[in-house]
């Protein structure tokens, strides 16, 4: 029975020893464990900075979705310098969101051919059938109030020249009171584009009401896409 404890004991030492390697050929005592080890060969020894920069991983930027808000814009034309630099004004303090690109449209200044104004209706009548008898062929009797009242116009042109030469064909035709002169024209204006958000449309149409009430703006034509 002593003889059968004893065996048993030294076969669990021998095992023992046999797993921990005792009875392997290799140096190495660790051999056995290495080999045990499942995919050896992927495992990496790193430095200990680059284990922390590994576990810090970098966010992902959020893109935030970018709020686009519509846009309107209204036409004005055919404003004074003098109204167009106040709208420009009144949008810079009330409306900063809006913005106004101002055009220049240049005045034109006409010419006119004509002869002074008579002090009367009668006098002005008399010079008419007077040219009748010159056969001049285009006459006018201007009838308004001012200093051009009861004068005779026998031309209006756009330059200086055309209407020196008007001049020269009725001194022809033995008309030697004509003149020439400039006659009102178109004065210089300014067109205002304004561009905003359309979510204060309102209160855009109310300041230019209270400035330009007699204006009516329009909106503003497409500008053409560039040909590729």
Do not use: H
């Not at 178109?186 to 905003?196: E, Y």
């Not at 979510?199 to 909106?219: G, H, M, N, V, Y």
């Amino acid at each position: 029975m002593r003889a059968i404890v004893f065996l048993l004991i030294l076969a669990n030492l021998m095992f023992l020893a046999w797993t921990q390697g005792y009875f392997d050929s290799a140096s190495n005592p660790d051999a056995l464990r290495v080999q045990q080890q499942l995919l050896a060969d992927r495992i990496r020894i790193v430095a200990r900075d680059e284990a922390q920069a590994a576990a810090i991983k970098p966010e992902k930027p959020v893109k935030l979705a970018e709020k686009r808000t519509s846009e309107m814009c209204l036409q004005l034309n055919e404003l004074s310098i003098a109204d167009a630099e106040r709208v420009e004004s009144r949008l810079a303090e009330k409306l900063p969101a809006f913005k106004a690109q101002r055009t220049v449209v240049e005045g034109r200044v006409n010419y006119w051919v004509f002869i002074p104004p008579f002090s009367s209706r009668r006098e002005a009548e008399n010079k008419i059938a007077e040219l009748k008898r010159l056969r001049v062929p285009e006459y006018f009797l201007v009838q308004e109030n001012g200093p051009k009242n009861w004068a005779i116009s026998l031309g209006l042109f756009s330059s200086k020249e055309a209407a020196a030469a008007r001049l020269e064909a009725l001194r022809g035709m033995g008309v030697k009171s004509a003149r020439v002169g400039e006659r009102e024209g178109k004065p210089t204006s300014a067109a205002l584009a304004i561009s905003g958000p359309d979510t204060q449309a309102e209160s855009l149409r109310q300041i230019l009401a209270e400035i330009l009430p007699e204006s009516k703006s329009t909106a503003c034509q497409a500008q053409p896409s560039p040909s590729t």
